[in-house]
């Protein structure tokens, strides 16, 4: 059981099923809706809000049927699109970056950024056709159609909303997702691969470097090898590269952040027309009437976000407000989550030959 547990724990690091990111759906919607110490008007923060007291709150309500029933289709939803980003990108980089195919544990040399913003951007575009149906029924999504009985439980909703809206009605508003997925998965990869990898080696070959020979036979190891080189070993602290993971998640996130976060604003008012156009469409079947009612909600969109803007003092103010809360969210779970995902993924990687960056005074030796 113990090298059943490990290998499968392997695989689950190798081609990760789940994102970093927070939850494309929302999941947990339902549970508050029926928690009466949420729902309350001008109701104070306490630990009756929290995740485990909410659910464990439904589950006294509705029933254990009420997880597989409310709770379990949305995390599947986001698991599988979490396996799409993550797969998508890890085979993208493997092909445009040949030493990324080894699965071993430390990649040398490592991919360029130009390379990881590439497969960055073709995971997200991946993710993004893949997301459409679950995003058209995340926007769609009513409470009170569910505690009114008109569905019976989120299998029933989905199937029968995907079979209402069609086609063009799941990817209705899919260009800003587009966008929003595909460029915000190209700067977080690009930007957490540079960190983690290129600033790393950079910084232990500078730092390194330019202590005195002295200094650098002191902290020197024993190293054998059949060369005649006289040039100190130096293994850099074990420290460094954590610092750096953690550095890499949260630039990563930051980054990300300033993509995603003025992109889902706009998308957030342009959702909100989709329900009018599912009912015209409904009514109009034409093809050339459908296109051309959808090419002209993105000039209402951006009309009225013309308004929100000046009302707000400005297009910086209007995309990026409640940035900060948001970010901060986001970054210890996202920084964490990268680091336990790079620490498992080399104890379970192949073994591979130690690496060594030669320099003019010393040899610094990565494991």
């Not at 070959?205 to 200094?215: E, H, I, N």
Request: overall charge positive.
């Amino acid at each position: 059981m113990r090298a059943v547990a490990a290998r499968m724990v392997a695989f689950y690091f190798r081609a990760p099923v789940k994102a970093f990111f927070r939850g494309r759906i929302d999941y947990m919607s339902y549970a508050r809706a029926i928690n009466p110490h949420v729902m309350a008007d001008a109701a104070k923060w306490s630990w009756r809000m929290t995740t485990p007291a909410v659910l464990a709150h439904a589950i006294r309500t509705e029933g254990w049927g009420f997880i597989p029933k409310q709770v379990l289709p949305p995390l599947m939803a986001n698991t599988c699109i979490g396996a799409v980003l993550y797969t998508a990108y890890l085979h993208s980089l493997s092909a445009l970056h040949e030493p990324s195919s080894h699965q071993t544990k430390r990649v040398y040399p490592p991919p360029p950024p130009s390379v990881t913003f590439t497969a960055g951007f073709i995971g997200g575009s991946v993710q993004s056709v893949i997301a459409a149906p679950f995003d058209a029924l995340q926007t769609r999504f009513r409470t009170a159609d569910i505690l009114e009985g008109k569905h019976r439980t989120m299998w029933h909703y989905a199937g029968q909303k995907l079979q209402s809206i069609g086609l063009q009605g799941i990817f209705a508003g899919w260009s800003l997702s587009f966008f929003k997925d595909a460029f915000g998965a190209a700067v977080f990869f690009g930007t957490f691969e540079t960190v983690k990898s290129q600033a790393y080696l950079e910084f232990v070959t500078r730092y390194y470097g330019s202590r005195t020979r002295d200094t650098l036979l002191e902290k020197s190891i024993p190293y054998l090898e059949e060369t005649h080189d006289d040039r100190p070993v130096i293994r850099p602290h074990y420290m460094l590269e954590p610092m750096f993971l953690l550095l890499a998640g949260v630039s990563a996130s930051i980054s990300s952040q300033l993509i995603q976060h003025p992109l889902t604003e706009l998308q957030d008012v342009h959702y909100r027309r989709l329900e009018a156009l599912d009912f015209q469409a409904h009514y109009d079947s034409q093809p050339s009437h459908v296109v051309r009612r959808y090419y002209h909600a993105y000039e209402e969109t951006f009309a009225q976000c013309k308004i929100l803007a000046k009302r707000a003092g400005g297009w910086r103010k209007y995309i990026y407000r409640g940035f900060f809360m948001n970010t901060i969210k986001q970054v210890p779970s996202t920084s964490a989550g990268l680091i336990v995902f790079e620490v498992v993924r080399r104890k379970y990687s192949f073994e591979n030959e130690e690496v060594m960056i030669n320099h003019a005074d010393a040899r610094i030796l990565l494991t």
